[in-house]
């Protein structure tokens, strides 16, 4: 589900590794990405983490046979997958080191909430994003207070609800992105966004993030979007969205071809 590799400079890199699936965020990947941030947070050797994907997405978004699952269990058990999956976006997103995301791939809905989580993002020229949640009844709910935060309400509300494609450098007009790099430059970008913090204090670091968050994301916030999430999961679209997908046939909402 995920691969850590953790060079003699103390830089970790911490890669989904789920490329059958396009890196989807099943029940397994994260609770093993949860499990593995609270780690990293602890390790004194490490000082900067890289967050990564094997093959060619970088994250499809939710696992939909997860979502799926959800709709037919009981309350309480809805309740405590979107509680695991709010914990692990809090987790990274608070981890007191460096998060450097390395977004080779395309990015669709909670790929895109793992791109805005990281300190920095840097992406592929030609790798397509999308908040692709509201084509399927969904909405990106757990995602959503890192997405607000790192693009503002203006600029996420042209993307936030519509479920459209648009291209890394619209990625980076919008904050998702900090730069674009064509594909064979970037390692070397991600080594330029490594390097500075290997000379500075690892303990300064990790206070001056904890101060950059503070007033940031609030628990009403995350509470608020775990109850969206819940609430769209118990509606009637949801299970529509999901079914046509699995059918292959488009949802009842669609408009016909022509």
């Keep these: 589900m995920i691969r850590v590799e953790t060079d003699a400079r103390g830089v970790a890199t911490l890669s989904l590794s789920r490329a059958d699936k396009h890196n989807a965020l099943s029940a397994e990947l994260i609770g093993a990405l949860h499990g593995e941030a609270n780690r990293l947070a602890r390790d004194n ?5 890289v967050l990564a994907a094997d ?6 978004g939710g696992d939909l046979g997860w979502m799926r699952a959800q709709m037919t269990t009981d309350a ?6 979107a ?9 990274l997103n608070a981890l007191p080191k460096p998060l450097i995301g390395r977004i080779h791939g395309n990015a669709f809905g909670g790929g895109v909430g793992m791109a805005c989580i990281c300190d920095v993002a840097i ?28 693009m503002g309400e203006a ?30 430059a970037l390692d070397a970008a991600i080594e330029a966004e490594v390097a500075p913090y290997l000379n500075c204090a690892p303990g300064a670091v990790a206070a001056a993030k904890a101060l950059a968050l503070r007033g940031g994301i609030s628990d009403e916030q995350v509470a608020n979007s ?14 529509e969205g999901i079914a046509a997908f699995f059918e292959k046939r488009k949802p009842r909402w669609a408009m016909p071809a022509g």
Excluded at 165 to 177: E, P, V
Aim: aromatic residues 6%; glycine residues 8%; hydrophobic residues 45%.
């Design 45 to 49: 050797a490490v000082r900067v983490v």
């Design 55 to 60: 093959g060619p997405t970088f994250c499809a």
């Design 76 to 81: 309480a058990t809805r309740r405590d997958s």
């Design 83 to 91: 509680n695991q999956l709010a914990s692990m976006l809090g987790a």
């Design 123 to 150: 992406g592929v020229a030609g790798t397509k994003f999308g908040l692709t949640e509201t084509k399927l009844g969904l909405i990106p709910a757990t995602i959503g207070p890192y997405v607000l935060a790192r």
């Design 155 to 184: 600029a996420a509300r042209q993307v936030f609800m519509s479920s459209q494609l648009f291209d890394a450098q619209r990625a980076c007009d919008l904050n998702i992105l900090s730069r674009v790099v064509d594909a064979d």
């Design 226 to 239: 775990i109850d969206a999430l819940i609430a769209q999961w118990e509606g009637d679209e949801a299970p």
